[in-house]
């Protein structure tokens, strides 16, 4: 059995805000792409992509505004 002192939840917190993290990062490479390219080579499947990775972000944490932000731009 776990001990009650365990860092256990501090890591699950940790490794959360990590994926959310990582999964708005991605979505905002494809966004980038699109905005910053002067032939934007971008197709339907990524921006599905990126909007299912901001939809995970957001399951991760429903008040994060950088990824209900990002999700209006897909």
Known sequence: ???????????NVAARRALRDKLIDRAHQIIDEYR???S??????QWQQATSWLSR???IDPGDGR???ALRLC
């Open 1 to 11: 059995a776990l001990d009650k002192t365990t860092w256990l939840p501090v890591l």
């Open 36 to 38: 910053m390219s002067d």
């Open 67 to 69: 990824a209900r932000a």
């Open 40 to 45: 934007p080579s971008v197709y339907q499947r």
């Open 57 to 59: 972000a957001l399951e």
